[in-house]
Structure formats: C-alpha cells, structure tokens
C-alpha cells in the first residue's frame, strides 16, 4: 500500500484490519475517503506501526467470509440477513430503552438525555427508511449483478439510468448516519454510565455502543465493498 491509500482501502482487505482501524480510533467508515498516513498522523499513530498491526492479524479463516472476493448476491444476502436484521429488531427495543430512561431520568440530565433521544430518533427512522429502499430497489438488482457476474453474462439494465445513481444515494444517507453515530458517542461521553445509572440506563448505553459497532461494519461492507464493485461491474 501507498501513502494514497484510504481507510477505505485499508477496510476493505480484511474484518480484522477494520477492528484494528477501530481499535485506534480511525474512521473508516465515513471518514473512509482520508489517505490511511494522514488519518494516523491526525491521531498522533505511527502509520507503519498500524500497518504492521494490520499485516500480523490472520487472514480471514473459515469463521470470517473475505467479502472482497464474494459474489455481490451473497453480499446482499449476509447483510440483509446480519446487519439488517440486527437492526430491524434492536432499534425498536433501544427506542423503547430510551423512552423509559427520559420518562424516568429525562429531569436529572435534560439537555443531554432530551438530545440523545432526538438524535436517536431521527436515526432510527432515517435507517428504517434507508433499509427498505435498499431491501425493495436497489439490492434486488444487485443481486442480478451477482448472478450475471458468476455466470459470466452482462449486466441486466436498470430503471434508474445506472446503479451508481442510487448508490449514491445511500452513501449520502450513510454519512448521515455517521453523523449522529459521532453525536451519540459525543452526548454519552464514549458510552461512559452517568452517576445515575439504573440497570435500564446500562442497557441503553451499551446498546447504543453495539449498535454503533454492527452499524460501522455494514456501512464498510456497502461502502467499500459492495457499492464500488457493482459500479465497476457496471461499467465493466
């Protein structure tokens, strides 16, 4: 790799290179566009010593797919089955966490918790919103590049001009994401527990936490993987 190489590129060889971009801090995901030398720099990390990280870590074995070389229908499959699932189960159940802790502790923290459940919120229904548009257009017609890139037949055409149309699209929506990803963390303090911490406060926090971890390897595996490979497929 070159001092031109991205987070994104970085991401993208491995799962295991991601957990160790996110060990040091380095944003991959939105931020995944940063040359890799001066993302390290601006965190104050030596670029070889991650690199070097990154090169010890075992290749991916027979528990982790290597996503960069799989067929983009059964990289739709794994995220509408993983990472889309995830969510369509664990955002209602954080949201009904969130109502309970600003009913009981909204008056001790206001500005903070009153925020928090805003940016929640509107991520909740932004990502909801996000899914199905995915799962009902554009991932149907992925899954057609997957198939014809296996068999080695063109690519069927689409009704919106070209597929990079609605991919982009979706990374815009992404970087939202991203966006409030970075504010929760900010609001919770790095999902540090307040001093007024209940068991459902916890669960809250850790929630979000998990979320934010599932969130940034589904947004790499469309970003980084899937997206740019069904462009390229495209334009052949």
Partial sequence: MTTTTT??????????AV????????????GGKQSFDE??????LKPESVMQEIERT??????ERDWQTAPLDEIVKHIVATHHEYLKAELPALGSRMDKVLAVHGAKDQQTLSRLGDVFGSLRAEMEMHMHKEESMLFPFLEQYGRAETLGRPVPPVPFGSVANPIGTMEREHEGAGE??????????GFAYPSYACSTVRALFDG????????????????????PRAIALERG
């Fill in 7 to 16: 987070l994104a590129d970085v991401a993208a060889t491995s799962l295991s």
């Fill in 19 to 30: 957990r160790t971009l996110e060990r040091h801090g380095l944003d991959y995901c939105c």
């Fill in 39 to 44: 993302a390290c720099a601006a965190k104050g």
């Fill in 58 to 63: 075992p290749r991916p074995g027979a528990s």
């Fill in 180 to 189: 409030a990803l970075l504010e929760i963390r900010d609001l919770t303090g």
């Fill in 208 to 227: 979000l936490k998990a979320m934010e971890a599932d969130l940034h390897v589904h947004i790499h595996l469309e970003n980084n993987i899937l997206f």
